[in-house]
């Protein structure tokens, strides 16, 4: 069986693409998947979030609706609704948290960028931890093993470049939505599938990859 590969792009503050990563997980030695991340923003200002919502704290409703959703959805049932009800500070846009996700990349690769991504996915959606803050996304690095000095030269200097990189590849190939996947370089699926449906829509192409040239949306 060769390998599949797969890329991931996501939102670190999108709860879907906390959804999908763990059946992502789950099934990368079943089907061999090489599963490469890629960072795609909503929204990377504030101003983008009010535009889209109306206000900030329109915003934060908003998407913590869309959190009760994903967490009716969601395998494990990790997602924290309260605990970020509870927390004063601004829903944050995902810039920051992307670009931190591109230092790990250029730190350590794209394990290093799937790291970042998991840690700070867990701290939003799970610890309610506020990964619009400098401080506190530069914590979350050292905590999972990043040199602190080193990532946040990396930060600074690294990502932006690579960030851009990947916001022209989605923007390219018209992305819209979070998560997105393309598959074998010719499937697009921009939806959460659940494990079960995942599992067919990959084995359904790994027995066509050489019968059809479609995309996928």
């Known amino acids: 069986m060769s390998t599949l590969q797969i890329e991931f792009f996501h939102d670190v503050v999108c709860a879907w693409c906390f959804v999908l990563a763990p059946r992502l997980k789950q099934l ?41 959703a994903c967490a009716r959805a969601e395998d494990e049932k990790r997602i924290n609704i309260p605990g970020m009800r509870e927390q004063d500070f601004e829903y944050p846009n995902g810039l920051l948290a992307a670009t931190a996700c591109q230092a790990a990349h250029a730190l350590a690769g794209n394990a290093g960028h799937e790291l970042m991504f998991d840690r700070l996915q867990w701290a939003h959606l799970v610890k309610n931890r506020n990964i619009g803050d400098k401080a506190t996304v530069l914590a ?61 829509v990959l084995s359904d192409i790994r027995d066509n990859l050489d019968k059809t040239e479609a995309i996928l949306s």
């Open 28 to 68: 990368q030695a079943e089907f061999e998947l090489d599963i490469q991340h890629r960072s795609f923003i909503l929204q990377s200002s504030r101003e983008a979030m009010i535009q889209r919502f109306g206000s900030m704290p329109q915003a934060k409703e908003t998407i913590l609706d869309h959190w009760q």
């Open 140 to 200: 979350i690095a050292a905590e999972a093993g990043f040199d602190p000095q080193a990532f946040a030269h990396s930060l600074q200097h690294d990502a932006p470049a690579l960030l851009e990189r990947d916001l022209r590849q989605g923007r390219e190939l018209g992305l819209r939505s979070v998560p997105s996947l393309v598959i074998a370089e010719r499937f697009r699926l921009s939806e959460c599938l659940t494990l079960k449906q995942l599992r067919q």
